[in-house]
């Protein structure tokens, strides 16, 4: 299957924006059904990745000749989302379900389902991600800084910050969203622990206006079956149960 990525990999004057991708087999399966790698981690996704991007190519068909596993690592997030999306499409199908709660009264929704073929693809020109005139700005204080999408590795931090340092998640969340902070370019907790509430709020601000990337729309709008309001879930491709042959079926498991 031949996929288009909303963003793609800049090599050069080359973007390689479609990816050739295989299904899943039962080598993917046995990282999916190992501990280690999913219990309260993402583990499965790099070896998902790697194995299962079989190419990298520009919309000509010319061919990306470096290392996959490189490759992945420099993909930001919307396209390993595209990815692992279409990798679950081809493997079982467009048909998916999947449970939601209410948000309004928590009633457990089941049995919602969308087609994964009909997820909108947001793409990210060519010219806006050269484009770094949104991303580098001033923060109230004068601090000039440079924002950037998330990558696979800022995936992983962020699943060990909610796990094991729920006492800085702000401001651990925000330096992995910062390239550069003045004359800082590893950005750490720290570095955003000393900026004053004002630089806080107005990086906060920012990161909400400006496009970073493309992305495919995992937002999924539905209706409570119970009290009838209107509410959004958002699908965890990261989630190894995203990959469960059941959530092709008619009912899911309880």
């Not at 996704?45 to 068909?61: M, N, R, S, V, W």
């Not at 999306?85 to 928590?106: N, Q, S, W």
């Amino acid at each position: 299957m031949l996929v288009q990525l909303p963003n793609g990999l800049l090599d050069g004057s080359d973007l390689f924006n479609y990816v050739e991708i295989d299904e899943l087999r039962g080598k993917q399966q046995n990282y999916l059904a190992d501990r280690e790698l999913v219990v309260g981690n993402v583990g499965h996704i790099p070896k998902i990745l790697t194995d299962l991007t079989l190419a990298l190519q520009t919309k000509e068909g010319l061919k990306w000749g470096g290392n996959m596993e490189d490759a992945i690592q420099k993909l930001p997030s919307g396209d390993l989302e595209t990815i692992l999306l279409k990798i679950r499409e081809k493997t079982y199908g467009d048909r998916f379900y999947f449970e939601a709660v209410c948000p309004h009264c928590e009633h457990k929704n089941k049995d919602l389902r969308i087609n994964l073929n009909e997820l909108e693809l947001d793409v990210m020109s060519l010219e806006k991600m050269l484009d770094k005139s949104e991303r580098v700005f001033k923060l109230p204080s004068g601090i000039e800084c440079e924002i950037k999408p998330i990558f696979l590795r800022d995936i992983f931090e962020v699943i060990k910050i909610t796990k094991n340092k729920q006492n800085e998640l702000i401001t651990s969340v925000l330096a992995l969203s910062l390239k550069r902070l003045g004359d800082i370019t590893k950005v750490t907790t720290d570095d955003v622990a000393k900026l004053s509430m004002k630089d806080i709020m107005g990086l906060k601000e920012k990161l909400e206006k400006v496009k970073l990337e493309g992305s495919i729309d995992t937002e999924i709008e539905t209706s409570c079956t119970s009290c009838g309001k209107d509410f959004s879930t958002k699908l965890d491709v990261f989630d190894p149960g995203f990959f469960d042959p059941s959530k092709g079926s008619m009912s899911t498991p309880t």
